[in-house]
């Protein structure tokens, strides 16, 4: 009964104080008196808020390299990410008391002084001068103007200037005291408020003014960033009036002493202390990954893509951009920095930043879809290049996993894989043989004049005195026989070969492509040789499908995600199933060591495009090499049971402007050297034979060692 009238007392000097602010009245207005009562503010006790149980406010996410440790990035619209109280140092805590609500711990979330001074002061005035607001209202309004769930118009009645609006605080506030300990209102708080300079909390303000930690604030420190919160645009010191945020210091400690939180002495020194800053800023985006490590930038772009595809993170792409921005997320990505180097100093050996033609590289782990590396030779950045040179020494384009218009390159022979993976799961062994030609007239029309013999498409063997004749499919691969996998095509039919890339991951971003997978795979029979565009990241995981016995996995960018609240998030665990059977797949590395220098379990191999790979290496391997009509591409994929790797030569400004065959043959040394650095403390794995039936060999023969 006592508390019931003590809360109807309340209610009527809060709607007093209202009336003051708002109105600026002589006299409390009756109707606002009598027309508030208890029953009104019992609603709101009984019953605190979710927003402000939990609040959604919006955070930082970072993104680190595989090792969890070493940062590529961070993601904000706000920079912040909380703390607890305790990594908070006290001189800290007791400033923001000072200077904001010095009752704090006395009162239950409604200063009744504090109400009654602001009545008094107003009313005096004639206008609102004082506000009474306690720490536990400011942070009632933080929450609910930054709630990241209500629109711009929502967040704004939050804050507007009215006695509804600051009824509805008062009520919360009081509720909220209800609920949470001192402690824990004052520890969300600070992890809230803005202290100007894009800082949100006292973890990104310490690092935006003094490049520490809030466990390590100095008094000198924690007072000036006290005094911020009244005025954080206009009193930030680095871009606002450096003198004001000095006197609101001084009148923290001011307040310190005068509360006896800290002695007169001690104040002092900190009053007389220079302002004394040391600015950093928190990189926010792919374009702030940190300039020793510019080359993370096209990993950092891929992720992004990633992301806005993943429906855990929201119902459309742009949802999910801004849940990555506000929603806390701690990610470890895929990339592993050794192997990045790697992959960058072979990119960067084949051709400079300021060469036109590109050598992207992707590194994908077989089994998990794990993007290990992503590199090429250009600067990731928006600064504008020379006239006339649209994609070098600098650019945001996704050169090696394609989108946002790239499209990709021919990747030649390499695509024979999947017309050798088509023949073996149609039923024919890798034994399968025939004469192969130096050229061939297929069933296929062509409008290319180039490959057309009366309107029928006719490929011509490359090396006609080294291909030509009797071929199996060990062998015909080894030797990248056109006309061989021209006829294998028209056996079991095109429509099957694109069917199985497209099994495999092949996207087909070119426009063109993408209308003959979908309504002319029957009759695109040069599609074998690779004259669709394609990018080094779907090709190697195409490879690593292989190279995991059948089971293909979504190329994936993380390690693992968690929440703010450090609940692992689904969408950071592989993506993977069986698309291939496992002795399909078995079978077809057994045909594909033989383009690297390698040999069959079943010692069919008998020449390969790509011959010096395997000794370089000292492991077993297999891959394939690839070169488009006038060798305006050159690809080589190399695989291993653990790593597949995929890189292709072209200019991405003139598909036109052909990169020759000899770059090929260094191509192979890098693609070898980036397995060697990435497989150096690896234990040597060595491929599962296939079975005989899908051979037609008895049994393996002994093997030299290899």
């Known amino acids: 009964m006592i508390r019931t009238h003590l809360d109807k007392a309340f209610t009527v000097l809060i709607a007093g104080v209202l009336a003051g602010l708002v109105l600026a009245a002589a006299a409390l207005p009756l109707a606002l008196v009598f027309g508030i009562g208890f029953g009104g503010l019992a609603s709101s006790y009984a019953e605190l808020p979710n927003t402000l ?84 209202m400011q942070y009632v309004r933080n929450v609910l103007s930054n709630d990241p769930r209500l629109t711009k118009e929502q967040r704004k009645r939050a804050t507007e200037i009215s006695t509804a609006r600051k009824l509805q605080e008062m009520r919360y506030a009081l509720a909220l005291e209800r609920e949470l300990t001192k402690d824990e209102i004052l520890t969300r708080y600070l992890n809230i408020a803005y202290f100007g300079a894009g800082a949100y909390g006292i ?40 003198d004001a945020a000095l006197t609101r210091r001084s009148y923290v400690l001011d307040r310190m002493v005068a509360l006896a939180q800290i002695p007169a002495a001690d104040a002092a020194v900190a009053r007389d202390a220079p302002l004394t800053l040391r600015p950093s800023r928190t990189p926010n985006d792919c374009t702030a990954v940190p300039e020793q490590r510019n080359d993370w930038g096209f990993f950092c772009d891929w992720f992004t893509q990633w992301w806005s595809d993943q429906p855990a993170f929201g119902a459309t792409a742009a949802e999910r951009q801004d849940n990555l921005r506000r929603g806390g997320f701690r990610i470890v990505s895929s990339l592993d920095p050794a192997v990045q180097r790697a992959a960058v100093r072979q990119s960067t050996d084949i051709y400079d930043v300021d060469d036109p033609r590109a050598a992207p590289v992707a590194v994908v782990q077989p089994g998990t879809g794990r993007v290990l590396a992503l590199a090429v030779n250009r600067h990731y950045s928006v600064t504008p290049n020379p006239a006339g040179q649209r994609n070098y020494p600098n650019t945001v384009n996704q050169l090696i996993a394609g989108g946002n218009g790239i499209e990709g390159y021919q990747a030649g022979s390499t695509f024979k894989l999947f017309t050798l993976l088509a023949a073996l799961e149609s039923g024919r062994p890798l034994e399968t043989g025939f004469v192969a030609p130096s050229r061939i007239v297929t069933r296929f029309p062509t409008d290319d004049a180039r490959a057309s013999c009366g309107g029928r498409w006719c490929p011509v063997n490359a090396t006609p005195e080294w291909m030509d004749g009797y071929r199996t499919m060990w062998t015909a691969f080894g030797r990248s026989v056109n006309t061989y996998f021209a006829w294998l095509t028209e056996q079991i039919g095109a429509d099957r070969v694109v069917e199985m890339a497209e099994r495999l991951g092949i996207r087909f971003r070119a426009p063109d492509d993408a209308e003959l997978a979908r309504s002319g795979a029957r009759d695109w029979g040069a599609f074998t040789l690779g004259v669709s565009s394609t990018t080094p990241l779907d090709l190697a995981n195409a490879y690593a499908t292989v190279a995991a016995e059948g089971t293909w996995c979504a190329p994936l960018p993380v390690v693992s995600i968690r929440d703010n609240a450090g609940k692992e998030v689904a969408a950071g665990r592989p ?60 690809s080589v994929v190399a695989f291993t049971p653990q790593l597949a790797v995929a890189q292709i030569a072209a200019n991405p400004d003139d598909p036109r402007d052909a990169v020759g065959a000899a770059v090929q043959s260094r191509m192979v040394d890098a693609v070898g050297r980036i397995l060697a650095a990435a497989l150096a403390d690896a234990p040597v794995r060595d491929f599962v034979p296939p079975n005989e039936s899908i051979t037609y060999r008895p049994v393996p023969t002994p093997r030299d060692g290899n």
């Open 53 to 136: 149980r939990t609040p959604p406010t919006a955070q930082r996410s970072t993104l680190y390299a595989a090792d969890g440790v070493t940062l590529i990035t961070s993601f904000y619209t706000e920079d912040r990410v909380d703390v607890p109280l305790a990594k908070v140092a006290p001189v800290m805590r007791q400033a923001i008391v000072a200077a904001e609500d010095a009752r704090f711990y006395q009162h239950r979330g409604v200063d009744l002084r504090g109400v009654v001074r602001a009545f008094t002061v107003n009313q005096r005035d004639g206008r609102a001068r004082q506000g009474a607001s306690t720490l536990t």
């Open 203 to 242: 973890a990104a303000a310490t690092k935006r003014y003094f490049s520490t930690t809030p466990a390590r604030l100095t008094l000198a420190q924690a007072s000036l960033l006290a005094g911020l919160v009244r005025s954080p645009d206009t009193d930030d010191p680095i871009n606002g009036d450096a």
């Open 575 to 634: 993506d993977c199933r069986q698309v291939v059977d496992t002795e399909v797949a078995r079978a077809a590395a057994d045909a594909a060591r033989c383009p690297v220098g390698d040999q069959s379990m079943y010692r069919r191999c008998d020449g390969g495009t790509a011959e010096k790979l395997r000794p370089g290496l000292g492991r077993p391997v297999a891959g394939k090499t690839g070169s488009s009509e006038r060798n305006e591409t050159e």
